[in-house]
């Protein structure tokens, strides 16, 4: 063999065993969270509140309190969001300001989760006097905000011009052919990009820390600290009780297992959505 | 000859795009936002410790006396063990992906890679504590104190307790979370390279080596580097996987084995707890380093990454 087919074996070698690891360590991950979580799960798990350490409970509140915060934050964000993405896909080409949004919108996208926590931390909790979870769900709609923006504005982007013509044609206004045929043409993509900011921020934990705290209350009061999954897995598997570090496992395989579900669905969508309509 | 007036209707087009523009400008304030509210918390220690904040190495809550430089140290020596390990295996996940595999392997393998993507941090970090800390205590640690300490030049970063956990790992675990984002952009940005420089390469009887070092890499380095930023850019900002496995001491240590500290993690670990205003006004301070600190890096790879589109 020459050297050129052994650089080459070597080569190869090397991308299949890179691949094979990441696929190794993804399964790992999903093996412990499962055998592990598995051994905590059971009915008190979502009938129990968070215990006290050393002693019997669940998740109840935290579960709870995660889908408040979340559902909040992307009821906040996706308005704002799908609004914004439009600005910027019928902004002009050569439009110096959305240019500047939209590199500016990549930052915040970027942006470390923990200084957005800072940010509201600083403008709500201080300013109202107390951790709560609106100060949660607001941290979490800016996570979610710049995800849907740019969703928006690729998928409206890739509306075709004539459908929007043919609008205009009939005498229909800007906002109106927008509203009722772009966002109609547009919709499964925006819901795509709109499922995976969910998936993304129901796993954030850093905004959380200093927004909504945490709580072993149960709760529907936005306007207190809220219980939430993310921190109170943080706190029990850093915590030396292995009661809670069970808890912890538990609360880390249902909240993956929800944010892959989620992301699956996501992909899965448009091509659903188109397959339905040809078939009617 | 009477005159039509027509009904007076509000404009619904200026009104909608009024609201629209408002909710893009909302990127911008929020933006601003968070750059005046870590001036305006981090302003005492500023005042305080002076720019050379940065650079000081002492980190003292009971004495009121703090610097960022250990917390700069951790984050930034973190972030660069990641890099070392992540690029070239994101490389090599990209290159497998998109020019060796067949699509039967490619597609599933591809969508595992990007599921990897989506694992949310605190995963990662209870994965690193409860699975990878005490295999890599004892399969690694262990036989590193016995064989690479004595090694010259480098035998000190191998100098330490086997604990599990500390700087190396941090680097390890930051190294698998952008692993899946680093190889799918890269393997993206070799599907947009034409089908006629590979058949040419090819044709020319280059192996597949040659066709991806000296014809494929060299069309897509502006969207592999800038990719590899971005990947750096979520390494330096990561917080909750590194507080699971850096172990918390803000310290800067030569041995990669001891527990450390990086910005994000001393802010997530000490923020609540925190009760003198400096050391608050301290933990914003890092806060202000570590924006800046990713703002540039980030800026850098998305000017990279726009180049090549």
Known sequence: MNLRKIKNFLFIGFCMGASALGLGVLASILYSLVSNGIAGMGWHVFTELTPGPGSFGGLKNAIIGSLMLTATGIVIATPVGILAGTWLSEADKNSRIAD??????????????ILVGMFVYATVVVTTGGYSGWAGALALAILALPTIISATEEMLRLVPPTL??????????????????????AGPGIITGILLSVARISGETAPLLFTALNSNFMTTD????????????????MSPFQSWNELAWAGALLITTFILVINILAKALPALIKARKVRA | MPTISLPKRPDGDTLFFRLSFSSAVLILLVLTGIVLSLIDGGWMALREFGP????????????????????????????????????????????FLAELAPDWVSQPVGMAIE?????????????????????????????????????????????GPPIGIGLLTAGIILAIMILPIVSSLVRDALKT???????????????????????????????????????????LGETM???????????????????????SSTIAQQFNEATDPLHISSLIGLGIVLFMLTFVVMGFARVLLKKKR
Do not use: C
């Open chain 2, 52 to 95: 050379g904040f940065v650079f000081r190495n002492i980190w003292d809550p009971v004495n009121g006396q703090f610097g960022a430089a250990s917390a700069v140290y951790g984050t930034l020596v973190s972030s660069l063990i990641a890099m070392v390990i992540a690029v070239p295996l994101s490389l090599g996940v990209a290159i």
């Open chain 2, 193 to 235: 390279v034409p089908n006629v420089l590979r058949e040419a390469a090819y044709g020319v009887g280059a192996t597949p080596f040659e066709v991806v070092t000296k014809v494929l890499l060299p069309a897509i380095k502006n969207a592999a580097v800038g990719a590899s930023i971005l990947g750096l850019g979520r390494a």
């Open chain 2, 115 to 159: 599921l990897l993507a989506a694992v949310p941090s605190i995963i990662y970090g209870m994965w690193g504590l409860f699975v990878f800390a005490p295999w890599f205590s004892d399969g690694f640690q262990m036989w590193a104190a016995d064989h690479l300490v004595d090694l010259p030049l480098i035998g000190h970063w191998f100098d």
């Open chain 1, 222 to 237: 936005m306007g207190a600290p809220m219980a939430n999954l993310p921190v109170t897995i943080y706190q029990y598997a």
């Open chain 2, 241 to 263: 996987a590194v507080a699971f496995v850096i172990g918390g001491a803000n310290r800067i240590e030569t041995s990669l084995f001891m527990p450390a500290s990086s910005i």
């Open chain 1, 100 to 113: 500047a949004l939209r590199f500016l919108n990549g930052m915040l996208m970027s942006a470390p989760s």
């Open chain 1, 164 to 185: 929007k013509e043919a609008g205009s044609g009939l005498g229909a206004p800007r906002w109106i052919v927008i509203t009722r045929l772009s966002y109609r043409a």
